[in-house]
């Protein structure tokens, strides 16, 4: 989402979204990202029952539970449409976050780690989207940015780069994961 920093009236470019446009895109890819982040985790933890991970991938589980509820909140309040995609982040996360599990714990922690760096970016390029009438989303925004950057932080102590094929497995999760935001912003 580079195509509007800190949007005015002033400095929008022919095809740059208004500030409500970008206000609604920014809620939607949000929202669509936190409720495929839970995905992922209720696939892991499917998984990963019985085994010593478990505990920590539950804990960032929880913390995604209250990204997602914030975004639902906001996308009442602030009207904002959800992704048409919705099925297919239901279905996609689960099987992203079974399918690494099934790779074994490190792998787990190797689909946490891809994931989260994609949305340290994304949530970092929002921030500077966002004007200065925006501060609550902002803050919002920049508070998650740092949890999921401690997710990121918890996957590599728990081994993620020790998962087998982690450059090319991380590779892939990252095109996905940024494929995924393109279509939510726009679907």
Same mark, same amino acid.
């Given at each position: 989402?580079?195509?509007?920093?800190?949007?005015?009236?002033?400095?929008?470019?022919?095809?740059?979204?208004?500030?409500?446009?970008?206000?609604?895109?920014?809620?939607?890819?949000?929202?669509?990202?936190?409720?495929?982040?839970? +995905?992922? @985790? *209720?696939?892991? =933890?499917?998984? $990963? &029952?019985?085994?010593?991970?478990?505990? %920590?991938? #539950? +804990?960032? @589980? *929880?913390?995604? =539970?209250?990204? $997602? &509820?914030?975004?639902?909140?906001?996308? %009442?309040? #602030? +009207?904002?449409?959800?992704?048409? =995609?919705?099925?297919?982040?239901?279905?996609?996360?689960?099987?992203?976050?079974?399918a690494t599990a099934l790779l074994g714990p490190k792998a787990a922690m190797a689909c946490t780690v891809a994931v989260e760096e994609v949305i340290d970016e994304h949530y970092r390029?929002?921030?500077?989207?966002?004007?200065?009438?925006?501060?609550?989303?902002?803050?919002?925004?920049?508070?998650?940015?740092?949890?999921?950057?401690?997710?990121?932080?918890?996957?590599?102590?728990?081994?993620?780069?020790?998962?087998?094929?982690?450059?090319?497995?991380?590779?892939?999760?990252?095109?996905?994961?940024?494929?995924?935001?393109?279509?939510?912003?726009?679907?």
């Open positions: 989402m580079n195509e509007a920093p800190n949007l005015t009236a002033g400095d929008r470019l022919p095809g740059d979204p208004s500030k409500a446009q970008l206000i609604d895109r920014i809620i939607r890819v949000d929202h669509a990202g936190e409720y495929g982040a839970k +995905r992922i @985790y *209720e696939g892991q =933890l499917a998984m $990963l &029952k019985g085994k010593p991970e478990a505990a %920590v991938v #539950r +804990r960032m @589980y *929880e913390q995604e =539970l209250e990204h $997602l &509820k914030e975004f639902e909140r906001l996308m %009442v309040e #602030r +009207r904002a449409r959800p992704s048409a =995609l919705y099925p297919i982040w239901h279905v996609a996360g689960f099987a992203l976050g079974a390029a929002q921030g500077e989207q966002l004007g200065t009438d925006e501060q609550p989303l902002q803050a919002t925004i920049e508070k998650f940015r740092a949890e999921e950057e401690h997710h990121r932080d918890t996957g590599l102590a728990h081994g993620a780069e020790q998962a087998a094929g982690y450059p090319v497995l991380s590779a892939a999760i990252k095109a996905g994961s940024r494929l995924a935001i393109w279509l939510a912003e726009r679907v």
